[in-house]
């Protein structure tokens, strides 16, 4: 009579690390903003180690401009065709210029200001958009025009800083009601966002365009309308932007239209947002910029100098795109 001996399986042990940091890596990939956010937390704690004082009004105040123009890039960049809108921050200098010398003399300077603002700042996203969709120009051409066009308006506005006083924006640099200031600056953009993007399909035809638009274009999507509105959608956010920033120094002056260019763009690749198109959203940008605002608040806390400040922006900003880099790769691998 024979005996049959079942083989078990070996014992191989814990899991290898690199297994599970393989594992790490892939939530990264699917959940992109990961990255930012566990950055903004890390530097969050460090900040308020080193600032026993570092109130949440105060510090949301703060952030609110470089987090709207964050969010305002998002659409064009979602867009595709490398959507990179470099008229942003001017746009924002020129909405608050708008409201110091037109709407508040002529009595417009109550709640009105800013559906009006948003309507002139998504008129002038058409445009940009116009000259993308039919003329076939590239976006960053385009937007660099664009760039320069805005920072001239804004000098022939305000040759010298523009005073604004009494005005309800104050309450942006501070509470409105229990609510700070700061916080409500941000909800408003992010609030138009989420209404066009979730109770319509834009979101969904947005990523469709900026991920393929001639995929998107066989299947019937209006590609060129469906781009034209991601600008607009922009320039409507940036809008408020220039809002925010008279509330915050009761100023408004040409000298800020270069301000949030290139650092709201490097807190959206460093929100994870693809820069290619047709992914992320508006969480990328929040988290990039809240890990870039706690990121310039500490080192001013070590008194670094600004040329090391560019220098540790580049680097941060390099290794998260390497980071998303490999995470992507891996989850692609994982998809074959």
Do not use: C
């Not at 200031?181 to 979730?198: D, E, F, N, S, Y």
């Not at 290139?262 to 508006?282: F, K, N, R, T, Y």
Request: charge should be positive; aromatic fraction near 6%; proline fraction near 5%.
């Amino acid at each position: 009579m024979s005996t049959t001996v079942e083989a078990s399986a070996p014992d191989l042990g814990p899991e290898p690390v690199t297994t599970r940091s393989r594992g790490v890596r892939f939530l990264f990939a699917r959940h992109t903003y990961l990255f930012a956010v566990v950055l903004a937390v890390v530097l969050l704690v460090a900040n308020l180690v080193k600032q026993p004082s570092f109130g949440a009004t105060s510090q949301l105040a703060a952030l609110a401009p470089l987090g709207i123009a964050a969010m305002a890039s998002v659409p064009s960049i979602m867009s595709g065709r490398g959507g990179i809108d470099l008229s942003i921050s001017p746009l924002m200098t020129l909405s608050g210029l708008l409201y110091a010398t037109q709407l508040q003399p002529n009595g417009v300077g109550g709640y009105v200001a800013v559906p009006v603002l948003m309507i002139v700042g998504a008129l002038i996203g058409t445009l940009t958009g116009l000259l993308i969709v039919v003329v076939r120009l590239q976006p960053i051409v385009v937007t660099l025009a664009m760039f320069f066009v805005l920072t001239g308006l804004d000098l022939k506005l305000a040759p010298s800083p523009i005073t604004v006083s009494g005005t309800w924006m104050v309450s942006f640099a501070g509470s409105i009601g229990p609510v700070p200031g700061g916080l409500v600056a941000l909800a408003i953009p992010a609030a138009g966002w989420l209404l066009v993007t979730r109770l319509t399909s834009y979101g969904s035809l947005l990523r469709s365009v900026g991920g393929n638009d001639v995929t998107a274009y066989t299947s019937g999507v209006l590609v060129g309308p469906v781009r034209v509105l991601a600008y607009a959608l922009g320039g409507a956010m940036a809008a408020v932007g220039g809002l925010v920033l008279i509330g915050l120094v009761s100023t408004a002056e040409s000298g800020t239209s270069a301000a949030y260019t290139l650092i709201a763009v490097a807190a959206v690749a460093l929100g994870g947002l693809p820069l290619q198109g047709g992914g992320g959203g508006i969480a990328n940008a929040l988290a990039g910029a809240a890990a870039i605002y706690l990121l310039q608040s500490l080192l001013g806390v070590f008194q670094v100098s600004q040329t090391w400040l560019q220098v540790i922006y580049g680097a941060v900003l390099i290794g998260a795109v390497l980071f998303g880099a490999i995470a992507a790769r891996d989850l692609k691998e994982e998809r074959r």
